[in-house]
């Protein structure tokens, strides 16, 4: 029986394995793994409603071992260490036990191996940068970082009039959801009387782009309405603004020293610093080349999807690190493996369905594409805000069918009616 192990279980990883459990798994067919070194899956583009304290993650996580028990996959919660490819085997480090103890490292043998590993942040070697700001990579960044924000403004509400000057460098989707969640979050905070600050006074949110305009991947006149209705939250857009430095509370831009309670990198990602232990080629981006079959170009047994793979289609060009290029390439992945049993591999095509982003609990702009040349589409306000919607609505109907799906979007309705809009500690 041939084993694949899947490693990361983010948005391509976990969709992956689900379908492969179900087909393979269930069935004999193949042993399949998942590796992670999280005991949980959350939705990485929902990380921003994390990090402005709208969504609690225990909530919202699935537990990766009760997913693998539903659907004919295993789960070993592990982080990866190294990988022999000439040995087919990996070499795990199994998570803490609860009595401090590190438990020994374990080998796991592999058939075929696919590396799901995300992103991280790119700071592009700008100094102070990775010492100074938060980030968005994980779950445990998002939380630290809302912390940090209601830390900053219980302070200043009990200090003598001191402002919170909140940065977010990148003006691509993260920066500017985060921005706009953290605007609505500074309102209800003051609400509930957590602070005692004026938001639109005393809260002071910037978004620094270094391009021309945020939002470079929408239409210009999408963009030029994101930022429109940002500028009406409130929220300062500085386009042409280029970071020198960054300082525990200071960040210079263009050279020009300013004050920052918090600064937030969303600029840019790249992929894990492992990559680079795999004897694999990679791409500017520290990305996994692979060809059309999704496998290394290196080793035909090592596959890469999402975004820790560089992928390049022949018509559209490299695939941008989205969701849902990720959803799209585990797709064909699941399918692909399940057929191959020694024929030919097909060839991946990434189709581009749009994109949308969050301007906060009730608006939202982007575009959507359609048609055999891919007629573009915009869509604002409240209908881009119900489509943005069901992007996480479909991700949960890959990995839970519609029934159960259905059920987690009605009890999130509900919650959203009895509990407070924001968390308050």
């Known amino acids: 029986m041939q084993t694949i192990v899947i490693v990361g279980g983010g948005a391509g990883g976990l969709e992956l394995a689900t379908r492969l459990g179900d087909t393979m798994g269930r069935k004999g067919r193949a042993k399949i793994i998942l590796v992670d070194r999280s005991p949980a899956h959350f939705w990485k583009p929902l990380l921003h409603t994390v990090a402005s304290g709208k969504r609690d993650p225990q909530v919202f996580q699935i537990e990766y071992s009760a997913q693998a028990a539903e659907h ?16 087919r085997n990996l070499v795990l480090a199994p998570c803490m036990r609860d009595d401090g103890i590190a438990p020994p490292l374990r080998t796991l043998e592999y058939t075929t191996l696919v590396l799901a590993l995300g992103a991280v942040t790119n700071f592009y070697g ?14 445990g960044d998002a ?56 938001p639109a006074r005393d809260v002071r949110i910037s978004i620094l782009e270094r391009g021309a305009r945020i939002l470079p991947h929408l239409p210009p006149e999408m963009s030029a309405r994101a930022e429109k209705y940002l500028a009406s939250r409130g929220i300062d857009i500085c386009t042409g603004a280029a970071v020198t430095s960054v300082e525990a509370d200071t960040i210079h831009v263009d050279g020009v020293p300013r004050p920052a309670t918090l600064t937030l990198w969303a600029a840019g990602v790249e992929g894990p610093s492992i990559s680079k232990t795999f004897g694999l080629s990679l791409g500017r981006m520290r990305q996994i080349m692979v060809n059309a079959s999704l496998q290394s ?40 493996l399940a ?47 119900l489509l943005y919607g069901m992007m996480y609505q479909k991700h949960l109907m890959a990995l839970h069918g519609v029934v159960r799906a259905a059920a987690v979007m009605l009890v999130d309705w509900l919650r959203k009616r009895i509990t407070p809009s924001v968390k308050l500690h």
């Open 126 to 139: 700008v100094p102070g940068a990775a010492d100074n700001v938060c980030t968005l990579d994980h779950v």
């Open 72 to 87: 004919g996959f295993q789960f070993v919660h592990a982080e990866m260490r190294s990988v022999d490819r000439a040995a």
């Open 339 to 385: 057929r191959r049993e020694g024929k030919p591999l097909p060839e991946f095509r990434y189709r581009d369905y749009g994109s949308l982003v969050s301007l906060g609990p009730v608006a939202a702009v982007g575009v959507l594409l359609g048609g055999p040349v891919g007629r573009q589409m915009p869509v604002s306000g409240a209908t881009a805000n």
């Open 297 to 336: 170009v290196d080793d035909a047994n090592v596959f890469a999807i999402g975004d820790c793979a560089s992928f390049v289609c022949p018509v559209k060009g490299a695939a941008p690190p989205r969701a849902q290029v990720a959803h799209q390439q585990a797709v064909f992945l699941a399918d692909a």
């Open 143 to 198: 939380k630290s970082f809302y912390r940090r924000f209601l830390g900053a403004c219980v302070r200043a509400s009990q200090g003598d009039g001191e402002k919170v000057n909140v940065m977010i460098v990148g003006g691509g989707a993260t920066g500017v959801e985060l921005a706009a969640e953290l605007a609505h979050s500074a309102r209800a905070l003051a609400k509930y009387k957590v602070h005692t600050l004026d």
